[in-house]
């Protein structure tokens, strides 16, 4: 789920991987493990990275709203 939802956001805005990882400030390993499934529980701080990267909530990570 979380997985789906980060590549929706990305793709959303209309960015890649590599951008995102750069943005959220994580590596683009972390980025790549989350979205394909191998992490399937990202750290609570990764979440947070990664969502404001994404202009997002963390609770829209989880949730998908």
């Known amino acids: ?10 793709k959303k805005k209309g960015i890649s991987q590599d951008k995102l990882s750069k943005l959220a400030g994580v590596t683009y390993n972390t980025i ?8 399937l529980n990202p750290r609570v701080d990764t979440l947070r ?6 202009g997002v909530t963390v609770d829209s990570l989880l949730n998908g709203k």
Not at 49 to 54: E, F, N
């Open 1 to 10: 789920m979380i997985a789906q939802n980060i590549k929706k956001y990305r």
């Open 32 to 39: 790549i493990k989350i979205e394909s499934g191998a992490t």
């Open 49 to 54: 990275l990664i969502a404001k990267g994404l």
